[in-house]
């Protein structure tokens, strides 16, 4: 079971920033997947989760209205797609499966700087 995330970039508040995760080793499409971060010195947080088969999104309210979590089963991929970026948006940002179904080995991250 791995995890790789990529994407993340240096951005200037406001821009707009794409991450991906592409899973393999486990049945993929069978799980509902989440995106979390973590900043400098605290805890990982849960930022976005997405059902089996698109069904249905949830998301942190920290980053509701401005960030659209996706998949593609057939890549076992899910998306990110993060606008308006924030100062506070920076961190490590991770992907896993949702907090319900229990987590596989933790990727290495993306990082994600917002900065002016």
């Known amino acids: 079971e791995q995890l790789v995330e990529s994407g993340g970039d240096f951005m200037q508040p406001g821009g707009s920033l794409r991450l991906s995760c592409v899973a393999s080793?486990?049945?993929?499409?069978?799980?509902?997947m989440s995106w979390y971060r973590q900043h400098p010195g605290k805890a990982r947080e849960w930022v976005a989760t997405i059902r089996v088969s698109g069904s249905r999104a949830n998301y942190a309210d920290s980053v509701k209205g401005r960030f659209t979590i996706s998949r593609d089963d057939a890549r076992s991929t899910v998306f990110l797609e993060m606008d308006s970026l924030k100062p506070e948006d920076t961190a490590v940002y991770y992907c896993?499966?949702?907090?319900?179904?229990?987590?596989?080995?933790w990727g290495q991250g993306t990082q994600v700087t917002v900065s002016s």
């Open positions: 896993n499966r949702a907090p319900w179904e229990g987590y596989v080995n």
């Open positions: 080793g486990f049945a993929f499409a069978r799980y509902s």
